[in-house]
Each structure stands twice: as C-alpha cells, then as structure tokens.
C-alpha cells in the first residue's frame, strides 16, 4: 500500500508538472557555501543537495538568485514555486509547504572586528551597541530579536555587513558562523575579523515550496528523496567540500 501511495503521488506530481508545461521556477538568495554564485553558475552545499535530488526525480529547474525581500515577494505572487534556505515559522507555514527534512542546521553568532573586540558573554553585553542584521531574515533567539537593549542595522548583502565592519560603522555583525566564515575566508578578511565562540541561536534551513496543490506531492517527493541521499557517501562527500574555513585561514574541501 505504501508503494501505491507513492506511485500515485509521483504520478499526480508529474501530470500537474506536465500541465504548466514549464520547469520549477526557484529562488534564492547568495548565502555561501549554502548557495552562491561562482564564474556565473550556481555553486553551495545546499544548491548542488537539491539539484542531485531534482535531478533524481526528472525535474527540470530554472534557479535564480535574488535579493532575499524579493525572494519572498516572488513566491508570495506566484512567480517563484519554492524557495531554498529558508527558516520555518508559524507565519510563513501557511504559504508555504515545509518539507519535513531540512537542508542544513545553522547557528548564529557574533563577528567583531579584531581592532574592536567587543566581550560577549550575554545580551547585557550589547547595550548601547549597533548589530549588523540582514534585512528579512528570521533570527530563532526571540530574545536577541525582540531585545531593546541594541540597534539593530540592516545591510543590502552579507558582504556589505563585514564591510562596515571592519569600516567601523557597524559594532559586531550577526551571521551563521560556517557561512560568515566562509565569507571572510572569500573576502581576505582572516586578520581583521574575527568570531565570538558564543552561539545567538541555532536554526535549520529548507526549501520550502509555495502553498499550491500542484507543488504538494512534489514537496513530499522531494522530502522523501533528500532524505535518501542524505543516507549516502555522495552527501558526505558533498558536506566536506564546504566544510567551513580551518582555523589557518585555509578551506577545508
């Protein structure tokens, strides 16, 4: 019986796919290593995760990488049919559907230029202080996203965030530790950023699937074959070419 579901499903996904007549339109936004874009193509741990998983299950992809508001905007108006790497919330539940197999666990954490290494041990610590944030994102920790203590500033881009940073117009900038490690490795920025080792708050990513009954039996599909290849040596391999930077500055691949 169970076979039988998941023929029926698979054969429903299908004909709704078939009907549009056009591949799975999918947006994101650059987040290395999760997904970002290199020499014009995208690259990341949980870009290639998913387009090996679409491949599996003979979809064809159209990805685009956005800014993450518009990311949003998109599928809110139908234009996307799913986004990757996006936080699961009560709000966003009833627009979207949530497969139950996450892309990556992320923690967040506090990066301080080296010049001004502000103390962090608790949220008493931030008082008076400007914390660079990412417009549009969702941070788990309700309470560093709703304390009073700090000014929070948004930056159009990650990169803009360290670069203010290290201008010293921002006091500590707040990203996912392997990502804004990464980034720092990228940008040449070992010697002048550095990271609190306290964890903000912890969280996983998804790609999450616009609320559509043409995208439900995909987004069950999807689940079960990513969790599959979860299973496999080819995933491991895949988590150790975007393991963060080592402590030398150099990039564990």
Not at 29 to 39: F, I
Not at 51 to 70: C, E, M, N, S
Not at 142 to 147: D, L, P, Q
Not at 182 to 205: A, C, T
Request: aromatic share 10%; glycine share 6%.
């Amino acid at each position: 019986m169970p076979a039988l579901r998941y023929l029926l499903v698979a054969l429903l996904t299908c004909l709704g796919l078939a009907a549009r007549a056009e591949p799975l339109r999918i947006v994101s936004e650059p987040w290395a290593p999760y997904v970002y874009e290199e020499n014009g193509q995208p690259r990341g741990l949980d870009y290639e995760t998913s387009a090996i998983v679409f491949k599996r299950l003979g979809v064809d992809v159209q990805w685009t990488l956005l800014p993450w508001r518009r990311c949003l905007a998109e599928l809110e108006s139908g234009q996307a049919d799913a986004v990757l790497d996006i936080f699961q919330t009560a709000e966003r539940q009833t627009q979207m559907i949530y497969p139950s197999e996450s892309m990556s666990d992320v923690e967040f954490v506090l990066f301080y230029a080296r010049q001004r290494p502000y103390p962090f041990n608790s949220l008493a610590d931030l008082q008076g202080l400007k914390i660079g944030i990412s417009p549009g994102y969702w941070y788990a920790n309700k309470a560093f996203r709703t304390s009073p203590l700090f000014i929070r500033e948004s930056a159009p881009t990650h990169e803009a965030n360290l670069g203010k940073l290290v201008r010293d117009r921002v006091d500590l900038v707040v990203n996912d530790r392997r990502a804004g490690l990464f980034l720092i490795h990228q940008l040449g920025l070992q010697d002048q950023v550095g990271q609190h080792s306290r964890v903000v708050g912890h969280d996983r990513l998804y790609l999450a699937f616009r609320r559509h009954p043409d995208l439900e039996g995909m987004a069950q599909r999807f689940d079960e074959e990513l969790r599959r290849f979860k299973q496999e040596p080819a995933f491991v391999q895949l988590q150790a070419r975007y393991r963060e930077p080592a402590g030398d500055g150099t990039v564990n691949r």
